[in-house]
């Protein structure tokens, strides 16, 4: 199974030019099962469905994307009530690395949270953030996707 | 992702003596998406559901399974319509090698088709079937689960 390391941060403040050459895409994302240590959710990406599983907490975590068609996405999407949340997404590279930036809408408004992946978690660790990261809530539970399509902004956000 | 390497012969005579200690499930199970390299599908096992999917064909291919609750299953099963089958499976050790032993129900009666799965190709290649063990069938496109779901049982089963 595919590991996911990444890093999180919060973003207060969008970085105009480093998303000149950014690629924007709206998600949608509902969670079907939360577990302590595993969530299943469908997202649609456009045209494009996933049903997602990710097992772990914290830097790694396992995970696999499993491609669905819309009609799977429909059926199951009524099932992620309370559960959901949309964002808008800019991928974008700097300094060689693949960042993405996600912008909640919402009830999630105004949060902003900068995500970066790695192959090792030495990598990982080794990163420098940009100027624009502000503080890191990699593995802060608040901060999960399944935790704030349920439970919404922390207060502290 | 997990790889599955496995081989399939048919089997015409239920094997009495080595099944006595089978553990025998009820197994229904549905086809959502079929491609000519991807599947996927969801399966009931009692109060156990899951969605697959497999991709690839041949000795080996990329299996990776996801646990789904009861609510999912009852919400996919009707995408599956045409694409159906059940079957009982029993799960038995021979010459310290589990096997599975898939009897056919319905409009797939009196298919029984013999599975035996392996970590290596080296050790699947090596391994000696046993007498109740018919025809290979591994990789042959029309006893693949998802085929005999839509197709039904080939003519010269």
Do not use: C
């Not at 080794?126 to 990699?138: D, N």
């Amino acid at each position: 199974m595919p590991i996911e390391i990444e890093r999180k941060f919060l973003v207060e403040k969008l970085p105009v030019t480093e998303l000149q050459n950014a690629v924007l895409g709206e998600i949608e994302q509902g969670y079907l099962i939360q577990e302590p240590d595993r969530e299943v959710r469908i997202r649609g990406k456009g045209v494009l469905f996933f049903l997602t599983e990710k097992k772990g907490a914290g830097l790694s975590r396992d995970e696999h994307e499993i491609a669905i068609n819309v009609q799977m996405f429909d059926a199951l999407w009524p099932m992620t009530g309370g559960m959901q949340l949309e964002k808008a997404r800019s991928t974008f590279m700097l300094d060689s690395h693949q960042l993405e930036l996600d912008v909640y809408h919402g009830a999630l408004k105004p949060l902003m949270i900068l995500e970066a992946e790695f192959l090792t978690e030495e990598q990982a660790l080794a990163w420098s953030p940009p100027w624009f990261a502000g503080s890191e809530v990699t593995g802060d539970k608040q901060y999960k996707n399944a935790q704030l399509a349920k439970a919404g902004k922390p207060d502290n956000g």
